[in-house]
């Protein structure tokens, strides 16, 4: 694991070289007090110095000592790859940490494929190196010079962002960690794989029907073409992927996809984002077993019923079933009123808003209780035990009907009722058999 070396100069170098590799740092303290100089040779053929193959190993504790020793953390191998590149490549986040602390340059480039520390990160699938030199950017004078969206954005030597190598290598964790921060889903490439390929283009061609998820969820244009003129679908069919053609079809239901009124309520708690995108995969994963039923590619049943739901919340006293569906339990809380919802109707309510026609721009959604605009959404806590009642009276409403219920209300209900039309950017508008069931 790491880098191998080459040949060094001379017994002296290559036992240095050989402690650094195995992390002796007694052995490589003691190799520097005989002769200094060696901080600042390298290998023949590589030219690696010691902080590079300390980096490539996972030798936190030299790495530590060679910076303690004023090394610069940016110093260059044969290809033009630092240190923190050869840490992101072999996934040493401790090493990652360290050299980001140092302040290790994130925007340099090598000259294999003129790609930076955040391309390794996503091409090898090192989500937590991904993370933390994301983590860097937002801190540092990356954000200042170049703005932190165009260094998610930034392209290798071959037009590739950050984003496309994930999806062609098959991350989806990285795919949603980088749509998180703000990477363009469309975005085209240059000369990497077919010029003109997207993301979905690329996970397509991969087929991982992940990676297609997380991009269908975040707005990816089934129609877009490469240039080729083929769209997505046509390369998963070329590729004999069978599940990502049949959920990439243009005539199939559209995914739901992250709204975009939530985009701007202002400080969108984490936890309560984290529910309101599982609630959005949940109902694509509905959809997904209704394109994908009757083939080879079917989805296996869920594990658990929805008998095994009511007997969930009837054995939770505490928990409060949502007044707009009456089927799931409260999960997300408005604030400043306190009205609670599930987060399956938060998303229709946000969904729901269409964007003004002057302006484009989305009104903010309003609560459908009390009317007021929501400023924030957050994870609903468990009630009081005076609240107990209230909530059993709720689950014996079930069978309510939505019409019976006040204004407010039956506009909502024909939002959810068009929940599983609400697509962007991609395919048609599904028809009434294509609707996606509630969750």
Not at 135 to 157: K, L
Not at 334 to 354: E, I
Request: aromatic share 6%; glycine share 8%.
């Amino acid at each position: 694991m790491g880098q191998e070396l080459s040949c060094a100069r001379s017994s002296q170098e290559h036992e240095f070289f050989s402690a650094v590799q195995t992390g002796d740092l007694e052995a490589v303290e003691s190799a520097l007090r005989r002769d200094p100089d060696l901080l600042h040779q390298t290998t023949i053929y590589d030219r690696l110095s010691a902080l590079h193959i300390a980096a490539a190993n996972g030798r936190v504790e030299v790495l530590s000592m060679l910076l303690g020793r004023y090394v610069s953390p940016n110093v260059l191998n044969r290809n033009k790859q630092t240190p923190l590149m050869l840490a992101t490549i072999h996934g040493k986040i401790a090493c990652v940490r360290k050299l980001l602390q140092a302040e290790a340059n994130i925007l340099m480039f090598d000259s294999l494929h003129g790609r930076t520390c955040l391309h390794y990160a996503a091409y090898y699938g090192h989500s937590n190196c991904l993370q933390a030199i994301l983590s860097a950017a937002q801190s540092t004078s990356v954000a200042d010079s170049w703005g932190f969206a165009r260094f998610v954005n930034i392209r290798d030597g071959h037009g590739a962002t950050p984003l496309h190598l994930a999806a062609r290598q098959k991350r989806p964790n990285c795919v949603h960690i980088l749509l998180d921060s703000g990477a363009l889903v469309c975005a085209s490439t240059g000369g990497y794989s077919c010029p003109g390929s997207t993301p979905l283009h690329l996970a397509a061609r991969g087929g991982c029907l992940d990676c297609v998820r997380e991009l269908l969820a975040w707005g990816a244009d089934r129609l877009q073409r490469d240039a080729s003129g083929r769209i997505p679908y046509a390369v998963a069919v070329k590729r004999n992927h069978g599940a990502c053609a049949a959920l990439l079809d243009p005539t199939s239901a559209e995914p739901l996809v992250w709204p975009s009124p939530l985009k701007f309520i202002s400080e969108l708690d984490r936890d309560a984002k984290s529910l309101l995108e599982a609630a959005l995969m949940e109902a694509n994963r509905e959809r997904e077993k209704k394109i994908l039923k009757g083939t080879a590619y079917s989805l296996p049943s869920p594990a658990h019923s929805d008998d095994g739901i009511d007997d969930d919340i009837s054995e939770t006293s505490e928990s409060e079933l949502c007044c707009i569906c009456f089927d799931q339990i409260c999960t997300i809380e408005v604030q400043d009123c306190g009205h609670r919802m599930c987060a399956h109707c938060t998303l229709a309510l946000c969904c729901h808003n269409k964007p003004n026609p002057t302006t484009l721009c989305p009104p903010a959604p309003a609560c459908p209780f009390c009317r007021s605009n929501i400023a924030r959404l957050v994870v609903a806590k468990a009630k009081d035990e005076g609240d107990k009642g209230s909530s059993k009276l709720r689950r014996s409403r079930r069978s309510w009907n939505f019409s019976e219920g006040s204004s407010s209300f039956k506009g909502l209900s024909s939002a959810m009722g068009s929940f599983g039309k609400m697509g962007r950017g991609s395919g048609r508008i599904a028809d009434s058999n294509d609707m996606v069931d509630k969750p």
